[in-house]
């Protein structure tokens, strides 16, 4: 039978649009649903500020009845990555080459038909969300905003001449949170003259998320797919951090009394929702809501943290990752959290990697983005 795409026009097309990976993962045990109220806002440009700066088309895959993938292109206008190139992404088929060839074509269309020479991904949509294609670690369930694909997806982008452009890593902390002798060592020493580290002002958070965005703009400037956030996207990421986050876990570190960097460990909330196949409703929220405020979850996820960058050479500066995992750890260890992740980080930023392997932190799932020439 023929693949037939449709574009993504109406409320339930974007609902089946949603459903294409549940289905297609469904007997994967590693594999963990999102909630659909969380996937409905993510991609509605009314709630998601990056539709603000970006433009971009969803599509369908159809054959034989019934739905069998799903692709994004979009166009991000403040991306850093390759000024040549438009993004796809949110790519999930059954492991059928004539689906996979029909959803790319038509976002490879769409990216030439703007003047776009190369096509780059997956994004799903932005750096600053789920970035990459699993290519190693599908045996442990993915944390929160990573991603987790079929094994086949690799091998048939591949076959339509896409190649590696980069690897980003998640690194997960070795059981028992204990750092390298080395920074164990250094961190014995105390903090240096003129730091302070503090947690998160909760009466003061407005302000404080604006800290965050502030270092997170000015620290990942020069990085490749470097966050840029808008006042838009800061005030919708303290929303968001709200809705799950654990004081006790934002920590911010001065230098002479300027905000210097900061850390954000969130709790893995794919542990408290794997069982709910992406609803809520009628016991979804009570179970959610008692795994994570009750129970407590054993996993945590470090999606943010950034140093300025005029205090890079500075040896307390240079510390500011460690003081702050530390920090964390003590507290993460109250509420039974085992393991951390600490994603992502792209192949070749040496200094992420240097911090992680500092952690006693091990790469445990490698994420790939792909690039073609149109």
Known sequence: MAVDIIPVS?????????????????????????????????????VNPFFQHADYQFW?????????GRISAQIDHLAKTDPDAGYF?????????????ALFAVAEDWLRQRGYQ??????NLATSEEVGLLVDGFDTPPMLMMGHDPRWTAARIE???????????????????????????RLARGLGKGVVLRQVRMNRFDE???????????AWSENWG?????????????????????????????IDGEPAAFIVLLPDINEAIFDLKGKLLPFGWAKMLWRLKVKGVTRARVPLMGVRKKFGRDPRG??????????????????????AEYSWVLEDNAPMRHMAEGLNARIYKTYRLYSKTL
């Open 10 to 46: 109406t409320k339930a097309e974007l609902e089946r649009f949603i459903r294409v990976p549940m289905r297609l993962m469904a007997n994967d045990p590693a594999y963990v649903a999102p909630l659909m109220f969380e996937r409905r806002e993510a991609l509605s440009p009314k």
């Open 60 to 68: 369908l895959a159809r054959k034989d009845g019934r739905d069998v």
């Open 89 to 101: 992404g949110m790519i999930a088929a059954e492991d059928d080459p004539e689906v996979f060839a």
């Open 118 to 123: 190369k096509a780059l991904g997956p994004f």
């Open 159 to 185: 076959a339509l001449g896409y190649a590696k452009a980069k690897d980003v890593y998640a690194y997960i902390n070795s059981e028992g949170f204990r750092f390298s002798d080395r920074v164990e060592r």
């Open 208 to 218: 404080e998320v604006k800290i965050l965005a502030d270092i997170v703009n000015d």
């Open 226 to 254: 470097g966050l840029s956030l808008t006042e838009a996207e800061t005030k919708h990421l303290g929303e968001s951090l709200k809705l799950i986050l654990i004081p006790e876990w934002i920590w911010f570190y001065e």
């Open 318 to 339: 240079m510390m500011a990752p460690f003081f702050l995992s530390d920090a964390l750890r003590r507290e993460a260890y109250k509420r039974g959290v085992k393991q």
